[in-house]
């Protein structure tokens, strides 16, 4: 529709008639002398320079955040591609708890267990933990059902509630899961943020720098155990030997870890695990395995053997002790280098470990149920240190 204005005359007092403009109602500003077109074309086009520049600073706004997102996600499809967690500093702390399942009746978690809970809550946070590693036995006695099992809720998360400790959990199964629905757990793994054991067997890699890796190896010692295959597979039906073997030898990371429920050495009351010394520490030798770390007897234990790099952790307190010393003379002579477990034969106290690493030292520390350190140990990467 065209703008205009329109002229009437009215008669003056003389009789003359002079013009009258009209402004269109479309038009805007006051209409008489050279305001009439001058006045609204400048008012457009300042509107229109404004509409420009904010239109300008909103592509250049919405081109500096699609390169940061493109830059993001090819860094992430990377790691992703490689299996390995960036860490965004310069090491990696982490808790490990093992056997801290609770109990079957109410209120389904034991006294030592809310405490070692509340303690690891506190250590959590004090170390900024960015996860915590589950040694199996995670629900006593038998294991869960099914996926929608009450247990996951009055035994895990009802227990471990610090906000410290929402971050991932990694988790394997122990012999008292394997009584129970093991798959459960493994389906559980989508239905909570936190618990995490995507299979019987896995494995997790982090980066702290460009080239410094730090491996866990998670298996499932209770099918290794029960196994009547041998070291290696005589067939498909038991492949997880074979994994192990070929996950450690392709591994090129500056830390190595495999992490597992039974014990290679233990001197407490269950002692050693007769297939992990025959076929499991023979591997953790030759492809040069920084620590093995376990749960399964009721104490905390350290061992390590002359000639060897590999350590030997035993966390499995989380849910009581137990003090008994059964197999000290099954184990390789000086090999062991702590031992924690009160003199009750199920004591209602707890302990669990906590470890950093960076791209030198990885220390341990045992931490009991009233927060008190029982034991420091730091050792250096024995592992190709360029990577």
């Not at 403009?21 to 609204?40: A, F, M, V």
């Not at 250049?60 to 997102?69: H, Q, R």
């Not at 350590?311 to 031992?339: C, I, M, Q, W």
Request: hydrophobic share 35%; glycine share 6%; net charge negative.
């Amino acid at each position: 529709m065209s703008h205009y204005h329109s002229v009437n005359c009215d008669d003056d007092d003389d009789g003359d008639q002079t013009p009258v403009l009209q402004g269109s109602p479309h038009q805007y500003g006051t209409i008489g002398d050279d305001q009439l077109i001058k006045e609204p074309q400048e008012h457009n086009f300042k509107r229109r320079r404004l509409y420009y520049s904010i239109t300008i600073i909103a592509l250049l706004l919405i081109v500096i955040a699609v390169s940061i997102i493109l830059v993001v996600t090819l860094e992430e499809e990377e790691d992703d591609e490689k299996h390995y967690h960036t860490i965004r500093r310069n090491n990696l702390s982490f808790l490990v708890v093992g056997d801290w399942g609770g109990q079957p009746t109410s209120p389904y978690y034991t006294s030592a267990q809310k405490d070692v809970a509340h303690q690891m809550g506190r250590k959590a946070e004090e170390i900024s933990s960015q996860f915590t590693v589950g040694l199996g036995d995670n629900f006593y006695d038998h294991g869960v059902t099914d996926v929608d099992d009450s247990r996951f809720n009055t035994t895990f998360e009802s227990v471990f509630t610090a906000e410290s400790l929402q971050s991932r959990w990694y988790m394997v199964a122990g012999n008292h899961d394997h009584y129970g629905s093991t798959e459960a757990q493994i389906a559980y793994t989508k239905k909570s943020h936190r618990w995490y054991m995507p299979n019987y067997y896995y494995t997790e890699e982090f980066k702290i720098s460009p080239n410094f890796i730090i491996q866990f190896v998670f298996i499932d010692t209770e099918l290794l155990s029960t196994s009547d295959q041998g070291c290696s597979p005589a067939n498909e039906s038991d492949p997880q030997w074979l994994w192990i073997e070929n996950t450690l030898a392709a591994s090129t990371s500056q830390w190595l870890f495999v992490l597992g429920h039974h014990p290679v050495w233990s001197v407490a009351e269950h002692g050693p695990t007769e297939i992990l010394v025959e076929c499991l520490r023979p591997l953790l030798i030759e492809y040069n395995v920084t620590a093995y770390f376990c749960g399964h007897d009721h104490t905390m234990q350290h061992l390590h053997e002359e000639d060897s790099s590999v350590e030997y952790f035993v966390s499995g307190a989380g849910h009581n002790t137990n003090f008994l010393r059964s197999h000290n003379d099954d184990v390789p002579e000086n090999s062991l280098k702590f031992h924690y477990g009160p003199l009750d034969f199920f004591s209602a106290i707890g302990a669990f470990a906590h470890v950093t690493i960076n791209s030198t030292i990885m220390s341990v520390t045992y931490v009991d149920y009233e927060g008190n350190n029982l034991y420091f140990y730091t050792t250096e990467t024995t592992r190709d240190k360029e990577g």
